[in-house]
C-alpha cells in the first residue's frame, strides 16, 4: 500500500514492495531560520500538507499526489514556523499529464500562484537542472520540511533538515524493483531522511534543487532499510519549460 495524508492507494499489481507517501525529517536537526527561503508550506485549509519550494517569482513545484480533487490549496511563503510567512493563493494546478497516482511516476506538480512573490532575505527561488542529467551517487546532499521527526511522532511547525546521499541507480533499482524508474526518479539515504507530512520538499545538491520527495518505506521513518525516493527534476525539463514559456506568452499579449 502507498501511505498518502488523506486518503490509502493500492499500487499496481506488479509492485513487490510497499512504499509510504505524503512523507517529516527524521534524526535532523532544526534548519536556521530563513537559510532555506525556498522553502514553503503547501497548505489544504490553512493545515500544513506538504512541502514545496519556489523556483520562480510565481511557481512552486511540489509533489503531484499532493493535489487532492475539489480541495484548494494554498502556499506559506517566507516561513520558518509554517503558521507564520505571507499566504499565496494559487491560480493554476499544472499537474504532469503523464503522473500515475498508483505507481507515482511522473510525481510532480507546479503550483501557479496567483501574485508573484517579491525577493527578499526570507523569500527567494532555487535552481533547477537545465537539462537532463543523472545524479552522481554519494554525492551529499540535503532535504527539508515540516513533516513528523519521528515515525509516530508528531510534526515539526518548525523547519528541520537533514543530510542525505544519493545511491546508485542500480542499486536503488535493486531496492524497489519495478517500483523504481531509474530515468525519472532518485533516491538516497543517510542518518537522517524524510516522513510524513515532507512530500513535495526538495532534495538539494549543491544548492540545486535535483529531488521532489515523492515516497518511502512506509511505517518506519527511524530507521529505514530502503533508501528514499524523489523525482528526479532534470527529466521534466521540457514540461517546466513549456509550462514557464506558456504562461510568458500569455503575459505578452
Not at 167 to 172: G, I, T
Not at 189 to 211: I, M, N
Not at 215 to 243: A, G, H, L
Request: some cysteine.
Amino acid at each position: 500500500m502507498i501511505f498518502s495524508a488523506l486518503l490509502l492507494v493500492t499500487l499496481l499489481p506488479y509492485l513487490t514492495l510497499q512504499a509510504s507517501v505524503d512523507v517529516g525529517i527524521v534524526n535532523g536537526t532544526e534548519a536556521r531560520p530563513h537559510s532555506r527561503p525556498y522553502m514553503v508550506s503547501v497548505q489544504s485549509k490553512n493545515k500544513h500538507k506538504c512541502g514545496g519550494f519556489l523556483v520562480s517569482e510565481q511557481f512552486v513545484m511540489t509533489a503531484a499526489h499532493c493535489f487532492t480533487e475539489g480541495k484548494n490549496l494554498t502556499v506559506v511563503v517566507g516561513a520558518h514556523d509554517h503558521n507564520d510567512g505571507r499566504r499565496m493563493e494559487v491560480k493554476f494546478y499544472h499537474i504532469h499529464p503523464g503522473y500515475e497516482s498508483k505507481s507515482l511516476l511522473n510525481d510532480i506538480m507546479l503550483l501557479q500562484l496567483r501574485i508573484k512573490v517579491n525577493k527578499s532575505n526570507k523569500v527567494n527561488w532555487i535552481s533547477i537542472p537545465k537539462k537532463d542529467k543523472d545524479i552522481k551517487a554519494k554525492a551529499r546532499c540535503s532535504v527539508a520540511g515540516w513533516g513528523k521527526i519521528t515515525t509516530n511522532g508528531a510534526a515539526s511547525a518548525k523547519l528541520m533538515e537533514a543530510d542525505v546521499t544519493i545511491f546508485d541507480k542500480k542499486a536503488c533499482k535493486k531496492y524497489w524493483g519495478e517500483t523504481y524508474s531509474t530515468s525519472r526518479m532518485v533516491c538516497a539515504g543517510g542518518h537522517g531522511g524524510f516522513c510524513q507530512g515532507d512530500s513535495g520538499g526538495p532534495l538539494v545538491c549543491d544548492k540545486v534543487a535535483v529531488g521532489v520527495v515523492s515516497f518511502n518505506e512506509p511505517n518506519n521513518c527511524d530507521s529505514p532499510t530502503f533508501p528514499n525516493v524523489y523525482t528526479k527534476i532534470s527529466k521534466f525539463v521540457p514540461w517546466i519549460q513549456c509550462i514557464f514559456g506558456g504562461v510568458k506568452q500569455k503575459l505578452d499579449k
